[in-house]
């Protein structure tokens, strides 16, 4: 069983205009060991995708993203049942965005809880390539974690994966 370490960054989204608690995954905690050189990147990365919403604010595929992380609206509510086919339907879509990133496409998912992006690396090196996962609490409070696509690409995605993205996760108070 593989265990996802959240390591929170909310403070910092905060100042870069994001409006729900972020979590970072620990392989982008980890590309800078000292904190002053990690802080600099999660700005630079939270600001860019700050910026990417901003841009794309007349881009229907991306409204879901904008109004829970910039305006901090209540997502939408969860189906109540899960049936098998939308099971399939999520997990399908799942799929071919993942496809897409292998491939060098950077973009929204098809269901809007997903983006892959692109952001400077402040210490000079090539462009990160990024995805920011959306997620709610079950009180519909958005919850985003952002991870590096090389991170989720490499990732195997189970049955438990999808159903735990269709429900609302156990969040820390």
């Known amino acids: ?15 870069a205009g994001l ?12 590309l800078r060991s000292v904190k002053p050189e ?12 700050a910026e990417v919403l901003r841009v794309t604010e007349s881009d229907a595929s991306t409204a879901l993203l904008r109004r829970a992380l910039l305006d901090g609206k209540a997502m939408p509510p969860l189906p109540r049942v899960l049936d098998m086919k939308r099971m399939r339907a999520f997990h399908a879509q799942r799929l ?12 929204t998912s098809e269901d809007g809880r ?16 990024l995805v ?26 189970s049955f438990h994966d999808v159903l735990g993205m269709l429900l609302p996760p156990i969040v820390p108070t």
């Not at 069983?1 to 100042?15: C, H, K, R, T, Y």
């Not at 409006?19 to 980890?30: G, I, N, P, Q, T």
């Not at 997903?114 to 390539?129: S, T």
């Open 114 to 129: 997903a983006i892959a992006f692109e952001a400077p690396d402040p210490a000079g090196g090539n462009p990160l390539v």
């Open 132 to 157: 920011a996962m959306l997620s709610q609490t079950h009180r519909r409070e958005p919850v985003a974690y952002l991870t590096l696509a090389s991170e989720s690409l490499a990732r195997k995605e």
């Open 1 to 15: 069983m593989e265990i996802v370490v959240l390591n929170e960054i909310s403070d910092q989204a905060g100042a």
């Open 38 to 49: 990690r802080d600099l990147l999660l700005r630079a990365v939270l600001e860019r995708l």
């Open 19 to 30: 409006r729900s608690r972020v979590y970072a995954s620990s392989a982008l905690w980890a």
């Open 96 to 107: 071919a965005f993942r496809e897409r990133l292998r491939l060098g496409v950077r973009g």
